[in-house]
């Protein structure tokens, strides 16, 4: 069973693009490029810092 997880590893701030990218089984800068661009709509951050909140760390 999958489980998703903050990247201890793969992390650039906080692992949510690492925990991503390795739950999707996708390159994790595929995932934060698509972050970047959904961060220039302004509601990037926000779900970024929420996701940081809520993904707990992985083991």
């Known amino acids: 069973m999958k489980r998703l997880y903050r990247s201890k590893t793969s992390r650039m701030l ?3 693009c690492g925990g991503l990218g390795e739950y999707l089984s996708v390159d ?3 995932i934060r490029l698509a972050w ?3 961060g220039l709509t302004g509601a990037g951050l926000v ?3 929420l996701a940081w909140i809520i993904i ?3 083991a």
Do not use: C, L, N
Request: proline content about 13%; overall charge negative.
């Open 47 to 49: 779900a970024y810092i």
């Open 36 to 38: 970047v661009v959904f």
């Open 28 to 30: 994790p800068t595929v």
């Open 56 to 58: 707990p760390e992985g």
């Open 14 to 16: 906080g692992g949510v």
